[in-house]
């Protein structure tokens, strides 16, 4: 079992910054391959991106491509979401996942959540 913890989140004004983390607390989690995705209200939870277990290969939506980068430190069992150029679009819930599909931005193929981290972009 795989506990997922995401922090970082907040209220920041548009063109600024915000890094999300998400911690794991099962020391074999190195192992898993894991995403980030997000939640605006009244929409479908979406891909936002992905990382291989080793950290070696990324995969991002069109969406954020340029402005976020995923990345993980496996010596701290933590993921992190680096977001810049924020923009109003960019406000939702940003949930981490784990599992064990690579680059997977199939929210089934993934069947470790956390509890979700608020992002607010204003305008």
């Known amino acids: 079992q795989v506990q997922l913890v995401e922090s970082g989140g907040g209220l920041v004004q548009a063109g600024g910054s915000v890094r999300l983390s998400c911690a794991t607390s099962n020391r074999t989690s190195g192992t898993y391959a894991m995403g980030w995705f997000r939640q605006a209200p009244g929409k479908e939870r979406e891909f936002v991106a992905a990382i291989s277990w080793s950290g070696l290969s990324t995969s991002y939506a069109d969406s954020v491509k340029g402005r976020f980068t995923i990345s993980r430190d496996n010596v701290k069992n933590t993921m992190y979401l680096q977001m810049n150029s924020l923009k109003p679009e960019d406000t939702a819930v940003y949930y981490c996942?784990?599992?064990?599909?690579?680059?997977?931005?199939?929210?089934?193929?993934?069947?470790?959540w956390g509890q979700g981290t608020q992002v607010t972009v204003s305008s």
């Open positions: 996942a784990a599992g064990r599909y690579t680059l997977s931005r199939d929210t089934d193929r993934y069947p470790y």
